[in-house]
Antibody, heavy 116, light 108 residues
Framework: EVQLVESGGGLVQPGGSLRLSCAASGFSFSSYWMTWVRQAPGKGLQWVANIKQDASEENVLDSVKGRFTISRDNSKNLVYLQMNSLTVEDTAIYFC?????????WGQGTLVIVSS | EVVMTQSPATLSVSPGERVTLSCRASQSVGDNVAWYQQKPGQAPRLLFYGPSTRATGVPARFRGSGSGTEFTFTISSLQSEDFAVYYCQQYNYWPPITFGQGTRLDNK
């Protein structure tokens, strides 16, 4: 069974940093692109970043470029989202998902609240 | 960036009714559209891609169709468990993949 479990969310002040993690199991992690998608409270879905199987390619939403970095550790079946210089607009549930064009399995998400 | 526009934003329906949701792309995206269902407090669930290929376990009462800029998601006979928010998503031009704003099905 495919499982994706996010962690690392929480309350952070504007300008702060968080690193989100996503633990994958039940599939060959190193064979798949991985994606982060976020959802602001009461809003729709917004793609944030994706990373290729061997980490040779990464893509990040323009509005977070320079602040967010995606990475992965295939030896541990983990994908990360490093978020720096957070603003209140980054408040959202962050979902980890498998694949890059049509995310087919999603984790339950981790909530990030940016507030003073 | 391709903008996906869904209509209506909210639809009040009763169990047993036929439901049709629309999604329009700001430019042609070929067949590269997917549909997701999201219930409160849950992650999105992939329903269709391509746009008519059913994902694993998706009931036959659900159907996806369309191409180019106009796409449709249909539920032939709404069941109580179908009340949710439905999102379309294009993957023809990326990054970024982009989602519609969603259509919420409410119980009339």
């Amino acid at each position: 069974e495919v499982q994706l479990v996010e962690s690392g969310g929480g309350l952070v002040q504007p300008g702060g940093s968080l690193r989100l993690s996503c633990a994958a199991s039940g599939f060959s992690f190193s064979s798949y692109w991985m994606t982060w998608v976020r959802q602001a409270p009461g809003k729709g879905l917004q793609w944030v970043a994706n990373i290729k199987q061997d980490a040779s390619e990464e893509n990040v939403l323009d509005s977070v470029k320079g602040r967010f970095t995606i990475s992965r550790d295939n030896s541990k079946n983990l994908v990360y989202l490093q978020m720096n210089s957070l603003t209140v607009e980054d408040t959202a549930i962050y979902f980890c998902a498998r694949d890059w064009l049509v995310p087919d399995y999603w984790g339950q998400g981790t909530l990030v609240i940016v507030s003073s | 960036e391709v903008v996906m526009t869904q209509s209506p934003a909210t639809l009040s329906v009763s169990p047993g009714e036929r439901v049709t949701l629309s999604c329009r792309a700001s430019q042609s995206v070929g067949d590269n559209v997917a549909w997701y269902q999201q219930k409160p407090g849950q992650a999105p669930r992939l329903l269709f891609y391509g746009p008519s290929t059913r994902a694993t376990g998706v009931p036959a009462r659900f159907r996806g169709s369309g191409s180019g800029t106009e796409f449709t998601f249909t539920i032939s006979s709404l069941q109580s468990e179908d009340f949710a928010v439905y999102y379309c998503q294009q993957y023809n031009y990326w990054p970024p993949i982009t989602f519609g704003q969603g259509t919420r099905l409410d119980n009339k």
